[in-house]
C-alpha cells in the first residue's frame, strides 16, 4: 500500500510519498520570529481520517498543526491557534477576532492555506491594516492567483503534481518487486517570500 501526503497518521507497514510540511512550517516560523515582534497565530483545519471504503471515520491534527503547537512549546511563544470550518468566510471571521483580542500584539497570521487567506486579508483591510507591513501574513499551497493578489501573498508551495506522479510510479514498482521493507519518499515544498512577508526585501 501507498499513503500519499499525511500518511503519518496511518498506523501500517505502508510505503510512504510525502512532502515535508513540517520541516516547511518551523521554517516559516522560524522566519516570522526573527523578522517580526510579536506573537504569531495559526488559522488552521484538522485533516479528515478516511477509511478505506471512504468513508470518514475521524479527524487527526494536520501536520502544520503539529509543528506549529511544538514550535511555541519550544521557543516559549504564545500558541494562538484558531481551527476554523475549511471555507474563506470563516477564516476572515477568525482573523477579526484576533485582530480584536491580541491588537498590536499580533505580529503575524500563518494560514493553512491560499484560499483563507483571502479571507485573513480581508479582515486585515477592515481595520485598516496593510499586509506586509502592518501584519505579516503567509500561507500554504502557492496557487496561481497568490502572486497576482494586491499586496502579493507569501506563501509555501506544496509540489502536489509531484506527489501523485511519485505515488503511481512508486505504486507501479511495487508490482513487479517483492519486498519486507517501507520506502518514504519525501518531496520537498519550497516557500516562495512575496510582499506580505519577504524578510530578504
Known amino acids: 500500500m501507498v499513503i500519499v501526503d499525511g500518511g503519518s497518521y496511518y498506523h501500517g507497514l505502508v510505503d510512504i510519498v510525502d512532502t515535508n510540511l513540517s520541516e516547511l512550517t518551523t521554517d516559516a516560523l522560524d522566519q516570522l520570529n526573527t523578522h517580526t515582534k510579536g506573537d504569531i497565530a495559526f488559522i488552521g483545519c484538522a485533516r479528515n481520517q478516511v477509511a478505506l471504503d471512504?468513508?470518514?471515520?475521524?479527524?487527526?491534527?494536520?501536520?502544520?498543526?503539529?509543528?506549529?503547537?511544538?514550535?511555541?512549546?519550544?521557543?516559549?511563544?504564545?500558541?494562538?491557534?484558531?481551527?476554523?470550518?475549511?471555507?474563506?468566510?470563516?477564516?476572515?471571521?477568525?482573523?477579526?477576532?484576533?485582530?480584536?483580542?491580541?491588537?498590536?500584539?499580533?505580529?503575524?497570521?500563518?494560514?493553512?492555506?491560499?484560499?483563507?487567506?483571502?479571507?485573513?486579508?480581508?479582515?486585515?483591510?477592515?481595520y485598516h491594516l496593510l499586509p506586509g507591513k502592518d501584519l505579516a501574513v503567509m500561507s500554504f499551497d502557492d496557487l496561481e492567483f497568490s502572486s497576482f493578489l494586491t499586496p502579493s501573498l507569501s506563501s509555501i508551495w506544496i509540489p502536489k503534481t509531484e506527489l501523485g506522479f511519485?505515488?503511481?510510479?512508486?505504486?507501479?514498482?511495487?508490482?513487479?518487486?517483492?519486498?519486507?521493507?517501507?520506502?518514504?519518499?519525501?518531496?520537498?515544498?519550497?516557500?516562495?517570500?512575496?510582499?506580505?512577508?519577504?524578510?530578504?526585501k
Open 166 to 200: 511519485q505515488a503511481i510510479l512508486h505504486a507501479k514498482s511495487l508490482t513487479s518487486l517483492k519486498r519486507n521493507w517501507t520506502v518514504r519518499n519525501i518531496i520537498p515544498g519550497k516557500i516562495k517570500y512575496r510582499e506580505t512577508f519577504n524578510p530578504y
Open 54 to 126: 471512504g468513508r470518514i471515520v475521524g479527524k487527526v491534527p494536520d501536520a502544520r498543526t503539529k509543528a506549529y503547537k511544538k514550535w511555541t512549546s519550544l521557543h516559549q511563544k504564545p500558541e494562538i491557534y484558531k481551527e476554523i470550518q475549511p471555507d474563506t468566510g470563516s477564516a476572515m471571521a477568525v482573523a477579526e477576532g484576533l485582530i480584536s483580542e491580541y491588537g498590536q500584539r499580533l505580529s503575524a497570521i500563518l494560514v493553512w492555506s491560499d484560499p483563507f487567506a483571502i479571507g485573513v486579508m480581508r479582515a486585515l483591510s477592515k
